[in-house]
């Protein structure tokens, strides 16, 4: 099955400072790369995703790139905001899978 | 509903009971799934539905852990003979089907049932 590793597992960044945060996966066979926030005590929302036919995507302060080749995909947050600090997940699934496979999170903390 | 609904939101239970754990999903969701968080870990998956029929149970941790659907609405996640270590988030997510029949992308997650055993 798909395996995802996420790294790092903390982040502490200086607000305004961009963050980054890297995932691995096995299958070559994924296609779908979404990646989760997770405020404190709620629920996981997401933010962005890209598809295998895309080498990147942007959406105003995020941004994710897609290496399909290295099999990684990365997450950027530029501009970072209190509200950014989060759990985030990145996560894989092949086309007709059904199945997320989720890394084990990036905790992100935004000092003021 | 608005969104994905989990009850009980807390169940605190002691080792050796048996617990439900109920799912609510989006309506006119076909795809359901049930994820296991531990405390400072990621998702783990346990079972897929697509409509009341389940393909894939091999996330599901022992014989202990069961779950059903019926309607293609309510799920019930059961946990028979609970361990301290089934003491976890459970989070049920809820997704569109599409032309091709697998799930069109994103999972509407609920807002867990946080499981405690004793």
């Known amino acids: 099955g798909e395996n995802v590793e996420q790294h790092p597992s903390t982040l502490s960044v200086q607000e305004g400072d961009s963050a980054v945060i890297k995932c691995t996966y096995s299958?070559?066979?994924?296609?779908?790369f979404p990646w989760y926030k997770q405020e404190l005590g709620k629920r996981p929302q997401l933010i962005i995703d890209?598809?295998?036919?895309?080498g990147e995507k942007k959406d105003q302060r995020i941004a994710v790139t897609l290496n399909k080749t290295a099999k990684h995909f990365s997450l950027h947050i530029t501009e970072t905001q209190p509200e950014d600090s989060a759990v985030y997940f990145c996560a894989a699934s092949s086309g007709n899978d059904y199945k997320l496979s989720f890394g084990a999170g990036t905790t992100v903390t935004v000092r003021a | 509903g608005a969104g994905v609904s989990q009850s009980p939101s807390n169940k605190v239970t002691e080792k050796g009971k048996d617990v439900e754990l109920r799912c609510d999903p989006i309506s006119g969701h076909t795809a359901l799934y049930w994820y296991r968080q531990r405390l400072g870990q990621g998702l783990e998956f346990l079972i897929y539905f697509q409509g009341n029929s389940a393909p894939d149970k091999s996330g599901l941790p022992s014989d202990r852990f069961s779950a059903e659907r019926t309607g293609e609405s309510v799920s019930t996640l059961t946990i028979q003979r609970t361990q301290q270590e089934d003491s976890a988030v459970y989070l049920c997510?809820?997704?569109?089907?599409?032309?091709?029949?697998?799930?069109?992308?994103?999972?509407?997650f609920g807002e867990g049932s946080r499981l405690t055993v004793l």
């Open positions: 890209i598809r295998s036919n895309v």
């Open positions: 299958d070559s066979a994924s296609n779908y």
């Open positions: 997510a809820s997704s569109t089907i599409g032309l091709a029949g697998a799930p069109t992308g994103e999972l509407f």
